[in-house]
Every structure is written in structure tokens, then in C-alpha cells.
């Protein structure tokens, strides 16, 4: 599912090579904006999960009334995955060329859009198909958009933590699916499944709208000077205890490379891509270039932890897909009812987002006491 999406979100990373030492005075405590962002980029994905969920919590609902076969339930519920897969590295692309934000929130708003018209297509199966099609298109620049805005406004030091949080909002979206999705049909109506979604989203859309921007430098309001210098300073540093300054951290992901850039472009901007020119006495030198996506694709394909990277989302999303899609309609083929159905499918939900954020801390921890990158990211 999720393996475009790893290609664009890793073309759209800011990866520096120096380390310097942050100190108390200089954490850019303030009204700590950046959390804000992060909080509200989750909360989009919370969302678009309440709108891929809906249709697994529908349609065994559904099935009877409308006689659909377990092969056509199995069309519908795989039709989202059509249409998610073919624009995540697109989102990245499209992030970069027109900015994060924007790209965000049309993503979400097209997901919502395709939601609060199903009800009224869903007895022709050609056209609830369909916009379940299109209800992946637009959710599949969320991931991208969200890593490249998120890549500008968060410090490497808080990235571990952040990032759990961010993909926490995938399971909370799935539990407050499951947990209310057999009530919202017992007490407003099988539609109101799929339009709990679209609600939550156009109140998202203002707000984001309102006080989000690509980076901390265009951001011309409630960000403090504070917060600006240490997120700038942070996006190229490692933060690590003043005691501890002796054991500086190493580069996160730096890339090692002989490259012709040639046909790159300087100088230095905010949406360069930092890359490390291997020179032949040995010594490293960052150098910032503005890649094209062939160019920078080319790049990260040379490394086995890019493709290691691919193949653990391959196959970790494979099993979380089919839990999404089929594990209700599975219990309920058990003769079970659609409450303890929704009940039993929420566990492995629960699980991951409890386990996202205690890794998460202790990842960003790990960092912060000297252990190396590699090895945190690793383990």
C-alpha cells in the first residue's frame, strides 16, 4: 500500500550531514507552533482513514440489502487501493512543485467529496465502485504532502516522536471507525457512515487553511522568532545534551554518492535536496543542488535501505490492509453481530497506536543520549 508513498515521502526530506549542539536556552519552547502543524497534519490523517474505513464497516452491513456477492464485496473494498496507489508519488511530486499545504488539503477535500456522494450512487455497483476509485486518488497525496511539510517545520531531534504520532492518527481513525460505526447505523442511518467523515474534514480544512504554512519562514503569524531559529537550526543539527557534546550524533540518512550534477541547479533554496559529494581524498562536503525526481529517484535506488525500506512496507501493509478491509466482514461471517464485529476488528488498532507512541519517545530519546542514528532506526 503504502510503497509509492515511501519513494515520494524519501525524495521529499531535507537529510543534513553536520551535528551541533543544542542547548537549553536555545529549545524554542514559546507557543511551540511546529506541534500545532504536526497536530493538525494528524488529525488529516485520522480523517482520510474515516473515510477509507467506511465502506469495510457498509458494506457487510449492506451486503444483504443490496445482494452483493463476497466477489463483489471484494471488488469494493479493494477499489480504494485502485485509485491510493496510482497518486502517491504523484502527491510528492505535485507537493514539491506546489507546496505541501495546498496539495494536503485538496487531497482530503476530494476524499471527502467522493464520501458525501456515495450514499446516493451506492445501489448502482459501477458507480460506488467508481468513486471508491476516486476516494483513493485523493487520499494518496496525504502521506507525501504530509512527510514533506512535516520534513520543513519538524527538527531531526523531534522527527521520531512526530512521525509516530502522525501515522498514531491512522489507527485512531480506524478505532473511532470501528468503535462508531454500529451505533451511528442503529441510530442515524447507514449514510451517516459515510458522511461523519466529510463533516469532520470541512472543519479541519478551515482551520488548516488558517494557520498552516509550508515552512516556519513563510509563516507570518503566531510562529515566534524563538521557535523560527530553532526549527531552522534544528532541521540541520541533531539535538543532543549540552554534557553530552563530546558524543555528537551522526547524519540521519545521509546520502554518499559521486554524482553528476551537471544538470542540477544552485544556488541553495529551500527546496534543494542536501547531498553528500564523495570527494576523492575521502572527506565529505555538503553540497545543495535542486534535483529533478529522475535524478533524485536515481539517487536513493543506488541504496540497499531504500529498498530495505520498500520491502518492510510491502510486506507490513499487505497484512494491515487486509485487516482493514476484511477482518469486520470476517467476524460477521462467524455469526457474530456487527457491534462485537467493530469491537474485536478495533484491537489491532488499539495496539499499534500504544505501541507508536512509546516507540516513537523512545527512539527520539535514544537519539538525544548519543546513540547512534543507525542503530535507533535499526532496532
Not at 467522493?114 to 496525504?142: E, K, M, Q, Y
Not at 543506488?302 to 520498500?310: C, E, R
Amino acid at each position: 500500500e503504502h510503497v509509492c508513498c515511501v519513494v515520494s515521502s524519501l525524495m521529499n526530506f531535507y537529510v543534513p550531514s553536520s551535528v551541533t549542539v543544542i542547548t537549553d536556552g536555545e529549545k524554542g519552547e514559546g507557543k511551540r507552533v511546529r506541534f500545532l502543524v504536526a497536530g493538525l497534519a494528524t488529525i488529516s490523517f485520522i480523517i482520510t482513514f474515516l473515510l477509507r474505513i467506511n465502506a469495510s464497516i457498509a458494506v457487510p452491513a449492506l451486503a444483504g440489502k443490496y445482494g452483493w456477492s463476497s466477489t463483489q464485496q471484494g471488488i469494493i473494498l479493494s477499489a480504494y487501493y485502485w485509485g491510493y496507489i496510482t497518486t502517491q508519488i504523484a502527491g510528492g511530486i505535485l507537493a514539491r512543485r506546489f507546496g505541501p499545504k495546498k496539495i494536503l488539503v485538496l487531497a482530503v477535500l476530494m476524499s471527502c467529496t467522493t464520501a458525501v456522494i456515495t450514499p446516493f450512487v451506492i445501489d448502482f455497483l459501477p458507480l460506488f465502485v467508481a468513486l471508491r476509485v476516486l476516494n483513493g486518488i485523493g487520499s494518496g497525496p496525504v502521506i507525501p504532502a504530509a512527510f514533506a511539510l512535516l520534513g520543513n517545520w519538524i527538527p531531526i531531534s523531534e522527527r521520531a516522536i512526530t512521525f509516530s504520532v502522525l501515522f498514531a492518527g491512522n489507527g485512531i481513525g480506524t478505532i473511532l471507525m470501528y468503535g462508531l460505526g454500529s451505533p451511528i447505523i442503529n441510530n442515524l442511518g447507514w449514510r451517516w457512515i459515510f458522511w461523519i467523515g466529510p463533516i469532520v474534514g470541512a472543519a479541519w480544512a478551515l482551520i488548516w487553511l488558517s494557520f498552516v504554512s509550508d515552512s516556519p519562514s513563510k509563516m507570518k503569524h503566531i510562529l515566534s522568532e524563538e521557535e523560527r531559529q530553532y526549527i531552522l537550526l534544528g532541521l540541520k543539527v541533531n539535538k543532543a545534551p549540552e554534557k553530552r557534546h563530546s558524543k555528537l550524533v551522526p547524519p540521519v540518512g545521509s546520502v554518499s554518492e559521486t554524482l553528476d550534477v551537471s544538470s542540477a541547479t544552485k544556488p541553495e533554496d529551500e527546496e534543494a535536496i542536501p547531498i553528500l559529494i564523495n570527494r576523492p581524498m575521502g572527506d565529505l562536503t555538503l553540497r545543495s543542488y535542486k534535483l529533478n525526481n529522475y535524478q533524485a529517484l536515481k539517487i536513493l535506488a543506488k541504496h540497499a535501505s531504500f529498498w530495505n525500506i520498500l520491502w518492510v512496507n510491502l510486506a507490513s501493509n499487505w497484512g494491515y490492509a487486509i485487516l482493514l478491509s476484511w477482518l469486520p466482514t470476517y467476524i460477521q461471517s462467524l455469526g457474530y453481530s456487527l457491534d462485537v464485529a467493530g469491537a474485536i476488528s478495533v484491537t489491532p488498532s488499539v495496539s499499534s497506536v500504544l505501541y507508536s507512541f512509546g516507540a516513537g519517545a523512545l527512539a527520539d530519546w535514544l537519539i538525544t543520549s548519543g546513540v547512534r542514528v543507525v542503530v535507533v532506526r535499526k532496532g
